[in-house]
């Protein structure tokens, strides 16, 4: 009852109609970059050849259904040609009209100057910073391998998809790419196929006047299996695609393609790399690829009369997806209701009941409490598989007996990225992208410089990714300021979409732990301390539960009821804040204290709320381990109502206690500053 992918039966084209149906596609790229007087033809028109070839003998998919969990994914991550993936779902018969292709890159249109996750049926990852897709398109393989590792049987299988995609010499000159593909290959995964346009253009020249490596040795180094092409020769791109998916290895097609084909003046330079021809050139390619003189975003009957072959053979394929899965449930019912529900990015249902409670009086680090987390949810939402950036030891993120993912073992949880910070976020995306997995990645919060744009791109896309940031702060003490992140937290605060959570205890971070899990539209970054903190004890000491964290912010201690001045503070300075009001209250003076573990989530409750934590009336005192910027929000800006202690330079290389106390992060130098404000 198993189905293969390798018994895809391509679609029978007549050679006039496939060669109708790739002019189609570059006489589309070239017609709507005109429209818009902006875009990139050039690397359509090079390449649709090899495309038309990919979607039509190898590609498996549904354009009826898009998100049909077992076809395979294709990743533009030449993002910039994004009109050769808009042509190509038009002409497959996907819900992308041609009033889509001629609104593009228009203000509300599903079809942006790049591709983007969500703005339209087919479009499976969002591109264009290049090398993104590149990596993506690992982390999608890398789902892929584990979830059939999971779910696959030897009479039955389920889950058996390839990644293919288009790649461009700026993606393999990008250095993320390089991460993705040297953690390829050595894990050996063997469902990625990648397209590579060798048109040797770039947009300042030919590409020899900073690219002239010898690609292919480069990648067969690292473990891939290598070949290089006549792009342009549908029969050549055929027989290169067979023969990687023969191959266990992850695979690279270089096809050499004419960037621009078509144009008779500026075919094979670099001025047919982006912007629009102008309509006297657009009329030479018009005849040179035998369209009708003046016509515009025209699709011959023989190629309009493809959708309904596209349509059918899709349907078809994903029936007999069904008709496999069916059969699979009747044998392995527990089976298949999990893969039911990781399809369906659903958690077990028990998952909440699980999360630990810590006790009061221990001192933790929050980075040894998330350990002790992971592995609670571990047992309960098997699907949870990430790693970290060769600092698994320090981030304590490892899954006990979760066995490590490798081409021995395509069911361990653990992944060793090694080092490379990007490369882990990129793949982390593509994960994310593919679904069925919740993907996790750990190193230390000062890397996340490395991370940034695929964390940018995680949030632009909704992607439910989880970072696990350990060492947070100038706390990291004796490795100094290179290692000590200052500016990271006000940084990835101001990225839309992101959601950052600095907890202040071993149960607030379990509180975060729940928020990540619960927020499924975009990441969520956990801010963790290499330092122990004290376990607040908030029951012996009416303190509020740690559940109130899940608000973003909540009134911690309310200082006997009337409080005159609020200490305001997130992670390890809300412990410093509280031993402040103890000793305020000392001196007669009553001071709440506030912890606000997510300014994004706290931004969200209503204004009546966070009035209610946040007194407008009342004088505060913000103290973070961090740079200032941003803390106004919350405390003003008058210097008279508000005081922000905090850390507006690099740190020291010292013990971090002595640290501390340099920069006047103590108790001692809150209960100063709150009385001169009272003054």
């Not at 990015?345 to 909440?352: P, T």
Request: with cysteine; aromatic share 8%.
């Amino acid at each position: 009852m198993s189905t293969s992918n390798a018994t895809v039966s391509p679609m029978a084209l007549e050679s006039k109609v496939e060669e109708a149906l790739v002019n189609t596609i570059r006489m589309l790229a070239a017609d709507a970059v005109q429209e818009a007087e902006s875009g990139h033809a050039g690397m359509p028109m090079g390449m649709a050849q090899a495309a038309v070839t990919l979607w039509t003998q190898y590609m498996r998919y549904n354009p009826s259904n898009a998100h049909w969990f077992d076809r395979d994914r294709f990743v533009l991550s030449a993002g910039h040609g994004s009109i050769l993936l808009y042509a190509l779902l038009h002409l497959t018969g996907y819900p992308m009209t041609m009033a889509d292709l001629k609104q593009f890159r228009q203000w509300g249109s599903k079809t942006p100057g790049h591709p983007e996750y969500n703005h339209a049926p087919g479009i499976e990852t969002t591109t264009g910073p290049l090398g993104q897709g590149f990596a993506n398109g690992i982390g999608m393989a890398l789902a892929e391998c584990w979830l059939a590792a999971h779910f696959n049987r030897p009479d039955h299988t389920v889950i058996d998809h390839y990644t293919y995609g288009i790649v461009s010499d700026g993606d393999l000159m990008e250095g993320i790419a390089s991460e993705a593909a040297s953690l390829a290959g050595h894990l050996q995964l063997g469902k990625v196929i990648y397209l590579y346009d060798n048109n040797h253009v770039t947009i300042d020249g030919y590409t020899d006047i900073a690219y002239t490596e010898d690609w292919a040795k480069r990648f067969d180094a690292y473990g891939w299996h290598v070949q290089s092409i006549d792009g342009m020769d549908g029969a050549a791109v055929a027989a290169a695609l067979a023969a990687a998916k023969a191959d266990p290895r992850p695979s690279i097609i270089g096809c050499k393609t004419v960037i621009g084909y078509g144009s008779p003046k500026l075919e094979g330079t670099p001025k047919a790399h982006s912007d629009a021809f102008g309509e006297e050139e657009l009329a030479k390619t018009r005849a040179f690829l035998g369209f009708p003189a003046g016509s515009r975003f025209y699709v011959p009957d023989a190629v309009q009369a493809l959708r309904h072959q596209f349509l059918a053979r899709g349907a078809a394929l994903e029936e007999a997806s069904r008709t496999t899965l069916a059969a699979y449930a009747a044998s392995y019912p527990d089976e298949a209701a999990e893969l039911k529900r990781f399809m369906a990015g659903e958690l077990s249902g028990n998952w909440q009941e699980v999360l630990p409670q810590f006790q009061p009086g221990e001192a933790m680090a929050t980075r040894n409490a998330g350990g002790t987390i992971i592995n609670a949810l571990a047992g309960v939402l098997p699907n949870l598989i990430g790693g970290s950036a060769d600092l698994a030891a320090s981030n304590k993120n490892t899954i006990k007996d979760g066995g490590s993912f490798a081409p021995d073992n395509y069911a361990g949880r653990n992944i060793n990225f090694g080092v490379r910070e990007h490369g882990m976020a990129g793949i982390l995306n593509g994960m994310a992208y593919h679904g069925g997995v919740i993907p996790f990645g750990a190193t230390f919060f000062v890397f996340s410089d490395y991370m940034r744009g695929s964390m940018r791109l995680a949030a632009l896309s909704g992607l439910p990714v989880i970072y696990i940031l350990t060492h947070d702060s100038v706390g990291v003490g004796e490795d100094g300021p290179t290692h000590q992140p200052v500016e990271h937290l006000a940084s990835l605060r101001a990225m839309p979409n992101m959601t950052v959570i600095r907890p202040a205890d071993a149960n607030e971070t379990t509180q975060a732990w729940r928020m990540a899990l619960q927020n499924r539209t975009g990441p969520t970054v956990l801010v963790l301390t290499r330092q122990n903190l004290p376990t607040l004890d908030r029951a012996g000491e009416g303190l509020a539960a740690a559940e109130e964290a899940c608000k973003g912010g909540y009134t911690l201690y309310d200082g006997g009821g009337k409080p005159q001045i609020v200490l305001v503070a997130t992670g390890s300075e809300v412990s410093t804040a509280y031993d402040a009001a103890k000793a305020l209250a000392d001196d007669g003076i009553a001071a709440s204290v506030v912890s606000i573990p997510s300014w994004e989530i706290f931004a969200q409750q209503s204004v009546a709320y966070r009035n209610s934590v946040l007194p407008p009336a009342l004088p505060k005192v913000a103290i973070e381990a961090a740079v200032s910027l941003g803390w106004e929000r919350w405390v003003g800006n008058d210097p008279a109502k508000s005081t922000i202690i905090s850390v507006d330079r690099f740190g020291a290389s010292a013990p971090y206690k002595r640290i501390f106390e340099e920069l006047g992060l103590t108790a001692e130098n809150v209960v100063a500053k709150a009385k001169a404000l009272l003054q």
